[in-house]
């Protein structure tokens, strides 16, 4: 007898770096569920997303595409709606992962945080509609939600919303074994940016993180690129509200936050329980591919600044803005735990779901996404060892052996490009892009990303050769003094 398709279900979170686990090491953190999740599958501990910000990796995790052939260059600004043509998502001309699937008769389902356009009716494929109203978490309380075309208020945490509404929907599933469903569950917690986590936290979990020391949070002096980013910032955009880049440089060293931000990181790791068990209790679980990851990684005071790799100038793609978590539990008995250490990307993603779903492999001259399936199975014996990431103006490879930043250029601001030994200085803590010693080195790798992007953009939207964003960009000043004064972004 034909096993049956895979169900699949992806838990993306909002602002969770790598190491705020359990399993991949931080002893001051409390996530037994996805430490259990790790025992029984395979955590990739070299995971990098393609973008820092989070509706760049939510489009790039949908289509398997890179952002200069998306066009979503950072997080869609929620104060641009009034320009979005009406039912406009950013996604649109694509065939995205849930169209694919619903094709091989997958039932679809998002809940949670979209962020990829308007809301107000179902997008992409997907057949199950439970979001936000908005992208930019201001509360993880009191939020308008739209549930298949209902507009409802939630007092309650958002994050409760959202496992009651997975569980429920796996119930409901459980009622038509044979046919699979695709399950983007996406939690915006645990966040980390004020207002949402400034003060103490109200959850359920706040009180574990009373005696914490937070040692695993490092108190570093404020970089310089952070400071340079607040003061261009105030020069070129001076009706933007310049608050939020200012607590930046607050937020490493204030507890209540640090306490908030943890709580919300149990929290989620509570719901992500509360659907593992839903899974078992409605015996699907071992035929349910199972992935947990995040939009992208974050930066707690790390080399000097706290959040996005573009909360710096110019922006960065060091490891901590850049690394995700992924824990990949693969449909069958559970096995484990298995760290896997090969580079691997959010476009991946995409190509793993597609493999484990029968899909053919997006084709390579379109997608650089490759399924992980092979590492997983231990077939993988030839995976290129690079990752390719780019925010703006900086675009970046990362091998085992090298990080090269390369800056866009010539600019007004005269940017410089930046190449980090991580064998020598695994932390990237010294430049060593001007080296003569290193001068193969960086050519070498810079016609790697020279190849990649000529590869895999689209002129369009690719910004380093004339192109725009769609919605918004974070550098608007930059690129219309580059492009002239009638570039504008586009929807």
Same mark, same amino acid.
């Given at each position: 007898?034909?096993? =049956?398709?895979?169900?699949?279900?992806?838990?993306?979170?909002?602002?969770?770096?790598?190491?705020?686990?359990?399993?991949?090491?931080?002893?001051?953190?409390?996530?037994?569920?996805?430490?259990?999740?790790?025992?029984?599958?395979?955590?990739?501990?070299?995971?990098?997303?393609?973008? *820092?910000?989070?509706?760049?990796?939510?489009?790039?995790?949908?289509?398997?595409?890179?952002?200069?052939?998306?066009?979503?260059?950072?997080?869609? /600004?929620?104060?641009?709606?009034?320009?979005?043509?009406?039912? +406009?998502?950013?996604?649109?001309?694509?065939?995205?992962?849930?169209?694919?699937?619903?094709?091989?008769?997958?039932?679809?389902?998002?809940?949670?945080?979209?962020?990829?356009?308007?809301?107000?009716?179902?997008?992409?494929?997907?057949?199950? +509609?439970?979001?936000?109203?908005?992208?930019?978490?201001?509360?993880?309380?009191?939020?308008?939600?739209?549930?298949?075309?209902?507009?409802?208020?939630? #007092?309650?945490?958002?994050?409760?919303?959202?496992?009651?509404?997975?569980?429920?929907?796996?119930?409901?599933?459980?009622?038509?074994?044979?046919?699979? $469903?695709?399950?983007?569950?996406?939690?915006?917690?645990?966040?980390?940016?004020?207002?949402?986590?400034?003060?103490?936290?109200?959850?359920?979990?706040? &009180?574990?993180?009373?005696?914490?020391?937070? /040692?695993?949070?490092? &108190?570093?002096?404020?970089?310089?690129? =952070?400071?340079?980013?607040? =003061?261009?910032?105030?020069?070129?955009? #001076?009706?933007?509200?310049?608050?939020?880049?200012?607590?930046?440089?607050?937020?490493?060293?204030?507890?209540?936050?640090?306490?908030?931000?943890?709580?919300?990181?149990?929290?989620?790791?509570?719901?992500? !329980?509360?659907?593992?068990?839903?899974?078992?209790?409605?015996?699907?679980?071992?035929?349910?591919?199972?992935?947990?990851?995040? /939009?992208? !990684?974050?930066?707690?005071?790390?080399?000097?600044? +706290?959040?996005?790799?573009?909360?710096?100038?110019?922006?960065?793609?060091?490891?901590?803005?850049?690394?995700?978590?992924?824990?990949?539990?693969?449909?069958?008995?559970?096995?484990?735990? &298995?760290?896997?250490? *090969?580079?691997?990307?959010?476009?991946?993603?995409?190509?793993?779901?597609?493999?484990?779903?029968? =899909?053919?492999?997006?084709? &390579?001259?379109?997608?650089?996404?490759?399924?992980?399936?092979?590492?997983?199975?231990?077939?993988?014996?030839?995976?290129?060892?690079?990752?390719?990431?780019?925010?703006?103006?900086?675009?970046?490879?990362?091998?085992?052996?090298?990080?090269?930043?390369?800056?866009?250029?010539?600019?007004?601001?005269? $940017?410089?490009?930046?190449?980090?030994?991580?064998?020598?200085?695994?932390?990237?803590?010294?430049?060593?892009?001007?080296?003569?010693?290193?001068? *193969?080195? $960086?050519?070498?790798?810079? *016609?790697?990303?020279?190849?990649?992007?000529?590869?895999?953009?689209?002129?369009?939207?690719?910004?380093?050769? !004339?192109?725009?964003?769609?919605?918004?960009?974070?550098?608007? $000043?930059?690129?219309?003094?580059?492009?002239?004064?009638?570039?504008?972004?586009?929807?």
């Amino acid at each position: 007898m034909a096993r =049956l398709a895979p169900n699949i279900v992806l838990i993306f979170v909002d602002n969770q770096p790598a190491g705020m686990l359990g399993c991949a090491g931080n002893s001051e953190i409390h996530t037994p569920h996805l430490d259990g999740l790790a025992a029984g599958g395979v955590r990739f501990s070299e995971a990098f997303c393609a973008n *820092a910000m989070c509706s760049p990796c939510r489009a790039s995790v949908l289509t398997g595409l890179m952002p200069s052939q998306h066009g979503v260059h950072t997080w869609l /600004d929620d104060g641009e709606v009034g320009n979005w043509p009406s039912g +406009w998502n950013a996604l649109e001309e694509f065939e995205t992962l849930p169209e694919s699937l619903s094709g091989e008769g997958y039932e679809t389902a998002l809940i949670g945080k979209y962020h990829l356009g308007l809301v107000d009716r179902a997008q992409n494929g997907f057949k199950e +509609w439970v979001t936000l109203q908005t992208g930019h978490i201001l509360s993880f309380y009191d939020n308008q939600m739209h549930v298949n075309g209902e507009t409802i208020r939630y #007092p309650g945490h958002s994050v409760d919303f959202f496992t009651e509404r997975a569980v429920d929907y796996i119930d409901r599933r459980a009622a038509d074994p044979h046919r699979p $469903f695709f399950l983007f569950l996406t939690y915006p917690a645990p966040y980390g940016h004020w207002p949402s986590v400034k003060g103490e936290s109200r959850n359920q979990f706040a &009180r574990l993180y009373d005696e914490t020391r937070f /040692d695993s949070v490092p &108190r570093e002096g404020l970089s310089r690129e =952070l400071i340079d980013w607040i =003061l261009v910032r105030q020069r070129e955009m #001076p009706d933007d509200d310049p608050g939020f880049y200012r607590q930046l440089a607050c937020i490493p060293n204030d507890l209540p936050t640090l306490r908030n931000y943890y709580s919300q990181m149990s929290l989620v790791d509570d719901g992500v !329980g509360r659907v593992l068990d839903a899974l078992r209790r409605c015996r699907l679980l071992e035929n349910t591919l199972v992935v947990y990851t995040s /939009d992208h !990684g974050m930066s707690l005071g790390e080399h000097g600044f +706290w959040g996005h790799g573009e909360d710096t100038w110019p922006s960065n793609m060091h490891r901590q803005a850049n690394h995700i978590p992924l824990i990949v539990k693969p449909p069958g008995s559970e096995e484990g735990p &298995r760290v896997e250490d *090969a580079l691997v990307g959010t476009t991946d993603i995409f190509a793993t779901i597609r493999d484990y779903a029968g =899909l053919p492999p997006p084709p &390579r001259a379109r997608s650089s996404g490759r399924s992980v399936r092979p590492l997983i199975e231990g077939t993988d014996l030839h995976r290129d060892d690079a990752v390719f990431m780019e925010q703006e103006e900086t675009r970046a490879i990362r091998t085992r052996r090298w990080l090269l930043m390369r800056r866009f250029g010539p600019t007004p601001y005269g $940017f410089e490009d930046e190449l980090y030994d991580l064998e020598s200085d695994p932390d990237e803590r010294r430049n060593v892009a001007k080296d003569p010693a290193h001068r *193969a080195d $960086f050519a070498e790798l810079s *016609a790697r990303i020279d190849a990649f992007f000529s590869r895999y953009s689209d002129a369009r939207w690719d910004l380093w050769r !004339g192109g725009t964003v769609k919605s918004n960009s974070t550098r608007p $000043f930059l690129w219309r003094e580059v492009w002239g004064e009638d570039w504008t972004p586009a929807c």
